[in-house]
């Protein structure tokens, strides 16, 4: 039988296991982490991460051929295939401070497999990491081989949270990158031959190591550039009057370009956009191409210059001061169908309003009051390493009270603020929101969910980005 280990339980290494386990049930896949209560979480059934149709899936092969183990060199010595899936948080100090990968967690994960590993394996890179990285993994495993054989393949995941495992069931492409020897190329095909149970073979490509890891960096770098695109067309059209749903939807009319990730909202978020693109910047920097890292950049810019303008422009028509105001906060996640908060744009936006002394009253149907404390008081960057290396979040931030619906958190408010696009919020009673608000009573849409018409009728001054403005703000100064 071969045996899998996964080196990380966290938003890629359980999915993609679980999803793995369900369509190879002749092989044992075992999922290990450092982290005691994240492995017990995957062994109860309250699962640490939420995802649609995960639980599903763990239910049916939990136990059968799919494990969750704090084992770790148990399960790594026994493995024929060692998937790592580790955090590679961007580096907050030293050496490309603010731009390149932290590879400390990967180093770590290597030198443990070559200490205990007893017979060859295929190593797998999963986590996002460096063009260059398998290199590096490649020197520590040989130099401490004790005549075991290694082979690194790159195997980047192309993961949406929220359909992540109907993303896992069907995707746009598995890639797989490794050597071009004998070794190398009989490695790609035992991983290709895991995927073969499920995905068809013209789906699944090979290329070499550093094709594979970069085109994982590329693919975020694109993407996200669309989103900050769509955002800078958003500002133009609230300047000049045009709909930027009216302009997107035009412009990806068109084939070539498409009508995905053109939606214009508040910024975007996640773990990997910003992340990825900054250490595309630094890879750039390093190897002397100023103009293509500065390119990049200006991916990041425009995401953080949208924020800020949100945040602008909620002060801006709210007399200039929201001091002492309660502003209701719907949604904290970075998108709807995830519980996850990582580089989620509502964490800019909350810190830039608590900045102008407002009162906060938060509510995402997924995210935990907790999780809403640690990411308001946490430094930049911090949320990437493991959990239990995080620093302990302190008493919480005083300004902000976390509320169990929306209409608890609009209650007495003078302002909402829609950051998620949940779709509970496209069919709240409004009219009760709108009597149990202070007036004038503003509803700010950070993601173009709310009908404004409807909202404008039953009195509210509606903000949505990048459509004509409400009367009402086009008489305060612009928003810079």
Not at 155 to 165: D, K, S, V, Y
Not at 246 to 256: F, Y
Request: glycine share 6%.
């Amino acid at each position: 039988m071969v045996k899998i280990c996964c080196i990380g339980a966290g938003y890629v290494g359980g999915p993609t296991m679980a999803v793995i386990a369900l369509n190879c049930p002749s092989i044992e896949v075992v999922v290990v982490d450092i982290s005691v209560t994240r492995i017990s979480a995957w062994n109860s059934d309250q699962l640490p991460i939420y995802e649609p149709g995960l639980n599903e899936v763990v239910k049916q092969c939990k136990g059968r051929n799919l494990f969750f183990s704090t084992d770790i060199e148990k399960h790594v010595s026994e493995a024929d295939i060692i998937f790592v899936s580790v955090n590679t948080p961007t580096k907050t100090r030293g050496l490309g401070a603010g731009k390149a990968a932290d590879l400390t967690y990967w180093e770590s994960a290597a030198r443990m497999i070559a200490d205990v590993s007893k017979s060859n394996k295929i190593v797998v890179e999963k986590s996002t990491v460096p063009v260059k990285t398998a290199e590096a993994i490649e020197r520590i495993l040989t130099h401490n081989s004790k005549g075991i054989k290694y082979q690194i393949l790159s195997n980047p995941e192309f993961l949406a949270e929220g359909t992540a495992i109907q993303d896992l069931f069907k995707p746009d492409r598995v890639l797989i990158g490794g050597r071009e020897t004998p070794d190398g190329l009989k490695a790609i095909q035992a991983l290709k031959d895991v995927y073969a149970h499920w995905v068809p073979e013209d789906r699944i490509i090979t290329t070499n190591l550093w094709s594979a890891e970069l085109s994982k960096l590329a693919a975020n770098a694109f993407l996200a550039q669309r989103i900050s695109s769509v955002n800078a067309m958003s500002a133009l059209c609230e300047a000049t009057g045009a709909d930027v749903s009216q302009v997107s939807h035009a412009v990806g009319k068109d084939s070539r370009i498409g009508p995905k990730f053109l939606n214009a909202s508040v910024g975007f978020g996640g773990s990997c956009f910003q992340k990825d693109i900054l250490n595309l910047v630094y890879i750039c920097e390093c190897n002397g191409l100023a103009e293509v890292a500065n390119y990049w950049k200006q991916v990041i810019k425009v995401n953080d210059y949208q924020k800020n303008r949100f945040v602008n422009r909620v002060v801006s028509s709210m007399f200039n001061t929201v001091s002492g105001k309660k502003i209701g906060i719907m949604g904290f996640a970075f998108k709807k169908d995830t519980g996850d908060t990582r580089e989620t744009p509502a964490i800019d936006v909350c810190k830039g309003l608590l900045g102008d002394k407002a009162r906060l009253s938060i509510y995402d149907p997924q995210v935990t009051a907790d999780q809403i404390q640690r990411d308001l008081t946490m430094s930049k960057f911090d949320w990437d390493h493991p959990i239990h290396l995080q620093p302990m979040s302190p008493t919480g931030v005083k300004q902000v009270s976390i509320a169990w619906d929306a209409y608890e958190a609009s209650k007495d408010a003078h302002a909402l603020c829609i950051l998620t696009e949940w779709d509970e919020f496209k069919t709240l009673d409004y009219r009760r929101i709108f009597d149990n608000m202070q007036k004038p009573a503003f509803v700010f849409d950070g993601r173009n969910v709310v009908n404004v018409e409807m909202l404008r009728d039953i009195g509210f001054i509606v903000y949505s980005i990048g459509k004509p403005l409400d009367p009402w703000l086009k008489d305060m100064p612009a928003v810079a």
